[in-house]
């Protein structure tokens, strides 16, 4: 395959810097304006970027390339910001939350985890998230109790111990709940939650960067979709152009049992719950990867879905692939390697640059 150009210059400090931060800031799905505002400031240091908000409250930028048509781009890449979460069910006569989850997690992942109650006026309260009978000193259950929607709650960190105490702070069914992501970076890791799949957002907003001191512009005019609703498993059906050719789903590559993943590098999922990717698409992928040097690992996944496949599903007709970094542990507490990151932007800025 021949190339048109080398690669640009990723700044990682900047791309785990930015990652920190989106991370930090809470965007279970349903709830993910504040974190999309991170997003959309953060984009607005690159005036090229056009940047639209969509009724759905995803945001669509696009990058035109140097001799912009000015028409729709034909070519979409696409992350998701929002992240698993929960939502207020009940206030217990206790004064406890019951809560109901937002996307797919085993509900041991978030035992002991701290929270934020969002409430309706923008207030947050504080707590965590436990079995309701969790001291080992008190009940035999602790050890090898089932953990799932009844038998865990929030404990809240306020003198509450009845429905109307809890009522006071403002808290009320149908708030949003956030877990802690517990962000570390060390030793080349990140480790938190939601890596998936703000890792990936991070990596669009370096690959900006890099286009953007470069002076380069992408072969074609592209948009990417930062999507909100992927963990419930739509957001990609709505929001692309007409006219699209080309989608690539940059979201995490499972790793366990089985898995060709690592940590250490991108992967290129070619067939997943929903069935097989473009293979022509993912062809191109695989042998721009070659041609960069970018060492990367084909998979598939068995319990998973991308955006890509929700705009299938929702009857898009443009070619679609998957791509991203090896995620440790997702959707519980996940790991990645900067060098994943890396090659994922590495690679998203080799397909940018070439038809
Ligand atoms: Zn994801």
Redesign the pocket.
């Known amino acids: 395959m021949k190339t048109n150009q080398t690669l640009p210059q990723i700044n990682t400090d900047y791309m785990t810097d930015f990652l920190a931060r989106l991370l930090d800031t809470p965007s279970p799905t349903g709830f993910a304006r504040q974190a999309m505002e991170l997003v959309e400031q953060e984009i607005a240091k690159y005036p090229e970027v056009k940047v639209e908000w969509t009724k759905k409250g995803s945001l669509l930028l696009t990058l035109p390339a140097e001799n912009s048509s000015g028409a729709a781009p034909t070519r979409a890449l696409t992350a998701?910001v929002d992240t698993l979460g929960a939502m207020v069910r009940q206030i217990k006569p206790t004064g406890r939350l019951e809560l109901t989850e937002v996307g797919g997690f085993a509900w041991g992942s978030i035992e002991g985890e701290n929270c934020l109650v969002h409430t309706r006026h923008n207030g947050t309260v504080r707590g965590s998230l436990l079995p309701r009978e969790a001291s080992v000193h008190v009940y035999s259950s602790v050890r090898d109790g089932k953990r799932d929607s009844q038998s865990m709650e929030v404990r809240l960190d306020e003198r509450v111990t009845n429905v109307d105490d809890v009522r006071d702070l403002g808290i009320e069914v149908g708030d949003f709940v956030s877990f802690d992501a517990r962000v570390e970076v060390l030793n080349g890791f990140v480790k938190s939650r939601h890596l998936?799949?703000k890792a990936?957002v991070a990596a669009i907003v370096a690959a900006i960067k890099a286009l953007h001191e470069s002076n380069l512009t992408p072969a074609k005019d592209t948009c990417f979709l930062i999507s909100n609703y992927?963990?419930v498993g739509h957001g990609g059906s709505s929001d692309f152009p007409e006219g699209l050719e080309e989608l690539v789903a940059l979201?995490?590559a499972a790793i366990g049992d089985g898995q060709a993943s690592d940590e250490y590098h991108a992967t290129i999922c070619v067939k997943d719950a929903g069935g097989p990717y473009h293979h022509e698409l993912s062809n191109k992928l695989r042998d721009l990867a070659a041609a960069y040097d970018i060492k990367i690992v084909v998979d598939t996944y068995l319990h998973y879905s991308?955006?890509a496949k929700a705009y299938w599903r929702a009857g898009g007709d443009a070619a679609v692939a998957l791509i991203g970094p090896g995620v440790d542990s997702s959707h519980h507490y996940e790991r990645t390697h900067i060098d994943a990151l890396v090659d994922t932007t590495n690679w998203t800025l080799a397909y940018l640059l070439n038809d």
Do not use: Q
Request: charged fraction near 60%; include cysteine; aromatic fraction near 0%.
């Open positions: 998701h998936d799949d990936c992927e963990e979201d995490m991308s955006d």
